[in-house]
Every structure is written in structure tokens, then in C-alpha cells.
């Protein structure tokens, strides 16, 4: 069965203090995997999306990779408002399978 | 600026209501997708639409259905309304049409729904 699993479920960082969140997923012949920004009250906002493995994206402090099993989201010296839930999906005929998410905290 | 927009931010029903939920969007796309999103468990799809007129099941339809008469309109409808439909339900839309292209979604505020 496809499946998408994250983790940690929830990350607490001081501000400039880099980290990485992971995105693991069992989906036979990958199509894409997307990772997403939720802000608390908000619907998910689209962030990047990755095809194949050894496939990099950046925007401005995050930088998603991706391998044959799993995806991370490198977040790099973060600021306070970087602090989000950060939901990963892989994609199917049709349709989106999210991961439960990654809720990050990020400190003054 | 593309823009979903969801008819409600907050709704409070009782129990064996009829509910509408509405959706539209202003991008011209084929795709249209309602999800639920509860703690712990993550957006869950209850249905999608790929076409006017079209629908599909998602993973949990059981207790929902949908109309789509117009391309911009998506509806969720709880027929009858119970408690563990309380939750947070996203609206998204995508395009082009065709499976290679649903994953770059675009998403409504979302509607939180408190069924007492």
C-alpha cells in the first residue's frame, strides 16, 4: 500500500539553527513528490516538486532533495517566520497521498 | 493572483443537517479536489472531480457527495451531518487536466466545520 510517512511530528529550533525534516515514502514507480507549507488556520501552500532521485530544489532558506526512498526539507539558519506545518505528498493516478506533516517552531 | 476561495471560514451544524460546502476557483482549472484535514492524520481526500459533471471517490467518501455543474464550482455535501465529521475540510484545484499534473494544488483557506 502507498504510504507516506514524516517526521519528526513536531520540531522546536532557535532562530538560525539549521535542521532537516524527512519525508519517507513506499509508492511503486515515484510520479512526484511535492512538499507543501501550511501556516496555522490556512490551507497548504505549494512549495516544490521533485521527480527523480537526486533532484534538488531551493527557495530562499529551504532546499528539498530527494532519493529513491525518502525526501528532506533542509531548512537552513531559520528565522521565526519560517515556523509552519510542512506536509509532504507523493503523487498517484489522479491524487495527492500527504504525510501527517511536520510542525516547526522556530525561536527569537 | 490565482484565488479559492470556500464559502464559509467557520460553520457550526447539529447533527442530521444537510450541509453545503462551496468552493470556487478563478484559474480555470480542470481538476478540483475536497480534502479533510484532522491531527495526527493528515489531509485525507474524500473526492475529486477531473471534469464538469465528472466525480470521483477519494480515500473516505463514505458519509459525502459532490456537484460540479460548473467548471469553477466544486460542493461537498454531508447529507447527514454527524459528529465525526467535525473537522477541517480544504478545498484545492489544479491544471492541466491528466494525472501528471494534480500535485502542483492550489488551496482554499479551508472551512472548519463543528458538527454538536
Known amino acids: 500500500e502507498d504510504q507516506v510517512t514524516q517526521s519528526p511530528e513536531a520540531l522546536r529550533l532557535q532562530e538560525g539553527e539549521s535542521s532537516s525534516l524527512n519525508c519517507s515514502y513506499t509508492v511503486s514507480g515515484l510520479r512526484g513528490l511535492f512538499w507543501y507549507r501550511q501556516d496555522p488556520g490556512k490551507g497548504p501552500e505549494f512549495l516544490f516538486t521533485?521527480?527523480?532521485a537526486g533532484e534538488e530544489k531551493e527557495k530562499e532558506r529551504l532546499k528539498a532533495t530527494l532519493t529513491k526512498k525518502e525526501s528532506f526539507l533542509h531548512i537552513t539558519a531559520p528565522k521565526p517566520e519560517d515556523s509552519a506545518t510542512y506536509l509532504c505528498?507523493?503523487?498517484?493516478?489522479?491524487?495527492?497521498?500527504f504525510g501527517a506533516g511536520t510542525t516547526v517552531t522556530v525561536r527569537a | 493572483d490565482v484565488k479559492v476561495t470556500q464559502s464559509s471560514r467557520y460553520l457550526v451544524k447539529r447533527t442530521g443537517e444537510k450541509v453545503f460546502l462551496e468552493c470556487v476557483q478563478d484559474?480555470?482549472?480542470?481538476?478540483m479536489f475536497w480534502y479533510r484535514q484532522d491531527p495526527g492524520l493528515g489531509l485525507r481526500l474524500i473526492y475529486f472531480s477531473y471534469d464538469v459533471k465528472m466525480k470521483e471517490k477519494g480515500d473516505i467518501p463514505e458519509g459525502y457527495s459532490v456537484s460540479r455543474e460548473k467548471k469553477e464550482r466544486f460542493s461537498l455535501i454531508l447529507e447527514s451531518a454527524s459528529t465525526n465529521q467535525t473537522s477541517m475540510y480544504l478545498c484545492?484545484?489544479?491544471?492541466?487536466?491528466?494525472?501528471?499534473?494534480?500535485?502542483?494544488?492550489?488551496f482554499g483557506p479551508g472551512t472548519r466545520l463543528t458538527v454538536l
Open positions: 521533485l521527480y527523480s
Open positions: 484545492a484545484s489544479s491544471s492541466p487536466g491528466g494525472e501528471s499534473r494534480a500535485g502542483e494544488q492550489f
Open positions: 505528498a507523493v503523487q498517484l493516478p489522479y491524487k495527492l497521498s
Open positions: 484559474m480555470d482549472h480542470e481538476n
